[in-house]
């Protein structure tokens, strides 16, 4: 016996075929649960409410982010550099797709790089990439490519004077 015959006689007489697309494959229906459909639709609540319990912890843990540091209260312009930044890279749309110089100017001669460094690090803070942001190989590969050698702003070397040669290939 197939598996086609053995499900057919199995089936419950609700189970509908289509022979002339399927041949002998069973298309099964189910009724779907009135009892939820009609209570969502009264508003009453669904066991389901974990999900904006999770949206509000996220909520709280950004706006902590933006407003703290270090267990204390940051100045209000820099809650504010923050909050545009999220803003800036989470939906860009709100800020007229303005770039990071353009939003640096309106908030008051912020520098790009200083909004792009805060950008940076909430990635690293909520391990979220955002498609704005470059990845840290691309930076420090524009920055060799920059600079015609490697990426000098990593803190782990000494800083160069004006004098020492910013080319080890090139003769001074």
């Not at 709280?60 to 312009?77: C, D, P």
């Not at 820099?78 to 640096?104: F, H, I, N, Q």
Request: proline letters at 5%; hydrophobic letters at 35%.
């Amino acid at each position: 016996m197939t598996l086609a015959h053995s499900l057919m006689h199995q089936m419950p007489e609700h189970v509908g075929f289509s022979v002339e697309e399927h041949g002998a494959i069973p298309i099964q229906t189910v009724d779907p649960d009135f009892e939820r459909i009609y209570a969502d639709l009264d508003g009453t609540p669904t066991p389901d409410a974990q999900p904006m319990e999770l949206a509000a912890d996220g909520l709280r843990e950004i706006l902590h982010w933006i407003w703290e540091s270090k267990g204390k209260r940051r100045k209000f312009r820099s809650a504010l550099v923050r909050l545009v930044v999220l803003t800036a890279v989470m939906k860009p749309a709100l800020l007229d797709c303005l770039s990071y110089r353009e939003l640096g100017k309106r908030l008051g001669g912020i520098t790009k790089q200083a909004l792009s460094h805060q950008a940076i690090n909430f990635e690293n803070a909520f391990q979220i990439k955002f498609a704005r942001s470059r990845s840290k190989q691309s930076r420090e590969h524009m920055a060799a490519a920059r600079r015609g050698g490697v990426n000098h702003n990593t803190g782990k070397q000494k800083a160069r004077t004006q004098y020492e040669n910013t080319n080890p290939e090139k003769p001074s």
